[in-house]
């Protein structure tokens, strides 16, 4: 029943199935093969929601995911945290010193090469991490290593022959829960917490100082903007549009006041979703302080 199922991009197994398993354990998991694909199973009702990941602490935005929110016709209703484990998977049998070769997606062999260093084992671009754990499974070589999330593992029957292995202790992956319809009512996040969470698109009108002008609003209303990035549209350097995340929902007074200064000074201004907040975001920033 698609009532019932959440999709991701990737593989089973993969970081994305390891974000749907965490905050809805409830739903069945539905692989696509792109992030336009996992979008398209909810446009067209053949999943209810879709978890798509949109930053990582270590590597950065997915660049792909902002170009693409705006433009689904979803809405976010959703966010959470998954920490993101690295472990060293192999048929089973293999010792550490056997494996040569780690096969896994770009960003995640950027992310362990001090274990690689340590073991001279060499890096093998996979299509990505769960498909990486696949291919090593089908391969049946104990040369050949995925590196891949310990949940990999469990359905491509391969051993953990090390864990926890990535440079950073802290890599997290924020994911956006996305619906067809929005939700705007005040809710609490399914891991805890009742802090709300704003997220909009916007571009300036052509006139001196916009964008400072454009966010004065939310500094004097003390409206907290946790995140702010800009990017090119079609292409063209001059058409710049701006993803913003803000503390708060929309009917706070503050964050009222602030939208519409932010109207004022813009010449597309678009919600994309009033969501909960995941706890981790208040205790990553606690521990960043």
Not at 164 to 191: C, H, K, W, Y
């Amino acid at each position: 029943m698609t009532e019932n199922v959440i999709a991701f991009q990737g593989e089973p197994g993969a970081y994305s199935h390891q974000a749907c398993r965490a905050y809805h354990p409830e739903m069945e998991p539905l692989p696509c093969r792109t992030f336009e694909d996992t979008i398209d199973a909810v446009r067209q009702g053949r999943a209810r929601l879709a978890m798509l990941p949109v930053e990582n602490s270590t590597y950065g935005r997915v660049a792909d995911i902002h170009h693409l929110l705006p433009e689904s016709g979803l809405h976010i209703i959703g966010e959470g945290f998954v920490r993101v484990r690295i472990a060293l998977l192999a048929v089973p049998g293999t010792r550490l010193e056997e494996v040569t070769d780690a096969m896994s997606h770009p960003v995640l062999l950027g992310q362990c090469r001090g274990f690689m260093r340590q073991h001279g084992i060499r890096s093998i671009v996979g299509p990505d991490t769960a498909g990486s754990a696949m291919e090593v499974a089908k391969r049946g070589e104990k040369s050949l290593a995925a590196l891949a999330a310990p949940l990999a593992g469990e359905i491509y029957g391969l051993d953990v022959l090390a864990s926890g292995i990535e440079d950073r202790q802290n890599n997290t992956t924020r994911f956006l829960v996305m619906a067809r319809e929005p939700d705007f009512s005040r809710r609490p996040n399914p891991a805890g917490g009742q802090t709300m969470m704003t997220t909009f698109v916007f571009r300036v009108r052509n006139i001196p100082a916009a964008l400072y002008k454009a966010l004065g609003g939310f500094a004097t209303n003390g409206v907290n903007m946790t995140k702010l990035e800009s990017y090119m549209v079609n292409g063209i350097f001059t058409a710049t549009q701006f993803y913003a995340d803000i503390e708060g929902h929309p009917e706070d007074p503050a964050v009222a006041r602030a939208l519409e200064e932010l109207a004022y000074f813009t010449s597309s201004l678009e919600i994309l979703g009033v969501y909960p907040a995941d706890p981790l975001r208040a205790e990553q920033a606690a521990a960043a302080e």
